[in-house]
């Protein structure tokens, strides 16, 4: 199964939510069960696309550090985790798509969860 994964979708949130250790947490577990996983690195999105689902001044505020993330917080590390985390999603939507058109309805493709 190919999973949408970067380590840069990792990063200490300075939160007591676990969320933005998730993914590297998720696939350690996949690999030591034993999983057939192959992990392919996800096309971060840009502020134009987050812009699409969020107020333009505010996906700028929060990727430039001067606006609170879903933390609380104005962390860096955040801010550079969220277009990987995003396009992780993205990029496992258009693969699933593409694999269903190739290898029918069911293609094995997951996102790393945040």
Same mark, same amino acid.
Request: with cysteine; proline share 6%.
């Given at each position: 199964?190919?999973?949408?994964?970067?380590p840069k979708m990792v990063a200490d949130s300075g939160s007591f939510s676990p969320s933005?250790?998730? /993914?590297?947490?998720?696939?350690? $577990?996949?690999?030591?069960?034993?999983?057939? &996983?192959?992990?392919?690195? /996800?096309?971060?999105?840009?502020?134009?696309?987050?812009?699409?689902?969020?107020?333009?001044?505010?996906?700028?505020?929060?990727?430039?550090?001067? &606006?609170?993330?879903?933390?609380?917080?104005?962390?860096?590390?955040?801010?550079?985790?969220? /277009?990987?985390?995003?396009?992780?999603?993205?990029? $496992?939507?258009?693969?699933? &798509?593409?694999?269903?058109?190739?290898?029918? /309805?069911?293609?094995?493709? $997951? $996102?790393?969860?945040?």
């Open positions: 199964m190919k999973v949408l994964y970067s933005a250790s998730k /993914p590297e947490w998720v696939v350690q $577990a996949w690999r030591e069960s034993g999983l057939p &996983i192959e992990l392919v690195e /996800p096309q971060a999105v840009t502020r134009e696309q987050l812009a699409l689902a969020h107020d333009r001044a505010f996906v700028d505020g929060v990727l430039d550090g001067r &606006i609170a993330n879903g933390f609380g917080n104005r962390s860096a590390a955040v801010a550079a985790s969220l /277009p990987y985390t995003s396009g992780a999603m993205l990029s $496992a939507a258009r693969a699933a &798509i593409d694999g269903a058109r190739t290898d029918g /309805p069911f293609a094995a493709v $997951a $996102a790393a969860p945040c």
